[in-house]
């Protein structure tokens, strides 16, 4: 039977947070950790969407230099998003365990396309399990000649550590030697690790960047619910993806459930996030399946028609607000995914109960997604797509198979559209600017940390009037 009983659903643009006394007297005092999922923390509240046009590598690194995180998107093949996890792990590790290496007689053509690939500058040359040079793109500066063989341009007088030297003393020996790369070797000559100046810098340079215990970034990695799912996550925590997303559109399903529950069993140490889903039943199931985290939001996102197709969906704030009372009642964290345009929708998010916010139209533009910058009337754009738009479906459809080459496409039913976001330079200002307005918005709510402003938030409900207030009015602006 039909319930006739409407629910009211609001989003962010329907409420304000109430200002509340606070003892804040600078926002830095504001604490910005929160829980990702039930084992995974995070210095900042934010999280890239798991999209073709947001998260590979160069998204994901700059989200955890910056304390937050990025999922490498699923429409990749295995070995596509497992380097993706590979550079993300290699890009700020304070030690290197298993450096990349070639031969001493492949060609040097070979080894610069392999390094290039990997996005490394430089392969160790080992022969016979031993180290007997370094190759870098000073020895290849004026090579021209692919064909000639590494060990006719390597250096061969590398200078080493013993694998347990102290950073500080790896950073003397780099810095009296004027190198960059200090490989460390056991008493047998086998490559232990590898130390790198540029590694030592980064991790100065980013001191709240989120870390694993190994102290490389932390990076998630979505699949989906169907085909290879079990294999890519195996071979995505192989790499050393700190969490695996399960990422479907409608999360309260019995796929989902099931895929969930087929995770947790095969990988019980799996730090396992799902979703979307935008009620309270929905959290409940999937929590009931063993996830760590439960990400919310059906119809939200900025490309998303998912409610002008179906009719389905839930304004986001009351999706988070109906999941975050359950996920409170089993201490399971949620994520508010879609529809956060600006750092006020965030900071509402998180009062209404989400730990984290995942945004992607809002870090579309920037320098760190895939893509390249177009130029259209004078102004700069870069492409950004919902993952069920018809041009997403097309570039999955030999990577996943779960469109096949043969399909008609006349029966695909488009749940999202392919857009345009201004180009906005790089991922760093974007992120300095909705911390910068969550801590002031924590102070505003007299809170501390998020978890206080959860505890002590009051919304008030507007009217149209009273959202025509909040916004410029009465002015030309700028
Ligand atoms: P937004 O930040 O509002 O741009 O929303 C991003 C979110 O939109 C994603 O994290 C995902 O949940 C959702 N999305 C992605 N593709 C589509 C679609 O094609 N409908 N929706």
Do not use: W
């Not at 976001?421 to 992120?431: A, Q």
């Amino acid at each position: 039977r039909v319930s006739l009983e409407f629910r009211e659903g609001l989003t962010f643009d329907d409420v304000l947070l109430v200002p509340k006394r606070s003892d804040i007297t600078s926002r830095i005092q504001t604490d910005l950790n929160t829980r990702l999922s039930r084992n995974l923390s995070l210095n900042i509240p934010l999280i890239s969407a798991n999209m073709d046009t947001v998260t590979e590598s160069g998204m994901a690194v700059a989200m955890a230099r910056y304390g937050g995180i990025g999922i490498i998107h699923r429409f990749l093949t295995v070995k596509e998003q497992v380097d993706e996890v590979l550079k993300v792990k290699r890009s700020g590790s304070i030690m290197i365990e298993n450096p990349y290496t070639v031969g001493p007689d492949q060609t040097v053509g070979s080894a610069i396309d392999y390094a290039r690939d990997r996005d490394v500058s430089g392969l160790l040359v080992v022969s016979g399990g031993r180290l007997i040079g370094i190759m870098t793109e000073r020895d290849t500066a004026f090579e021209l000649n692919r064909s000639s063989l590494v060990r006719d341009v390597m250096t061969k007088d590398v200078v080493t550590a013993d694998p347990g030297i102290a950073m500080k003393d790896a950073k003397q020996i780099l810095y009296q030697n004027r190198i960059e790369k200090l490989p460390l070797v056991d008493a047998s000559g086998r490559v232990r690790g590898l130390i790198t100046s540029k590694d030592i810098r980064n991790t100065e340079d980013y001191p709240h960047a989120s870390k694993d215990k190994k102290g490389r970034p932390l990076v998630g990695a979505a699949v989906g619910v169907k085909g290879d799912f079990m294999e890519r996550t195996e071979a995505l925590l192989d790499a050393g993806a700190d969490t695996i997303v399960v990422d479907i559109a409608h999360g309260h399903s019995e796929n989902a459930i099931r895929a969930v529950g087929h995770i947790k069993k095969g990988f019980p140490d799996c730090e396992l996030i799902a979703g979307n889903v935008a009620t309270a039943g929905g959290a409940e199931d999937l929590i009931g399946a063993g996830v760590d985290a439960v990400k919310v939001g059906v119809g939200s996102g900025s490309i998303c028609i998912t409610r002008v197709i179906t009719g389905s969906g839930v304004p986001q704030l009351t999706a988070v607000m109906d999941c975050a009372k359950v996920g409170r009642d089993h201490d399971i964290p949620i994520i508010s995914d879609g529809g956060t345009r600006t750092s006020g929708d965030a900071t509402k998010a998180l009062a209404a109960g989400a730990s984290t916010v995942m945004m992607g139209s809002i870090l579309g533009g920037t320098d760190e997604t895939p893509g390249t910058v177009l130029t259209k009337n004078g102004k700069q754009f870069k492409v950004y797509r919902g993952m069920a738009s018809l041009a997403a479906s097309l570039g999955r459809k030999t990577k996943e198979g779960d469109v096949s080459p043969d399909d008609d496409l006349n029966d695909y039913v488009a749940e999202g559209v392919e857009a345009m976001v201004s180009y906005r330079g790089s991922v760093k200002d974007i992120l300095r600017q909705m911390t910068g307005g969550i801590r002031s918005g924590l102070s505003y709510c007299g809170a501390h940390s998020i978890r206080q402003m959860q505890q002590n938030a009051e919304f008030v409900k507007i009217s149209r009037a009273g959202f025509a207030e909040s916004q410029p009015h009465d002015v030309s602006v700028m």
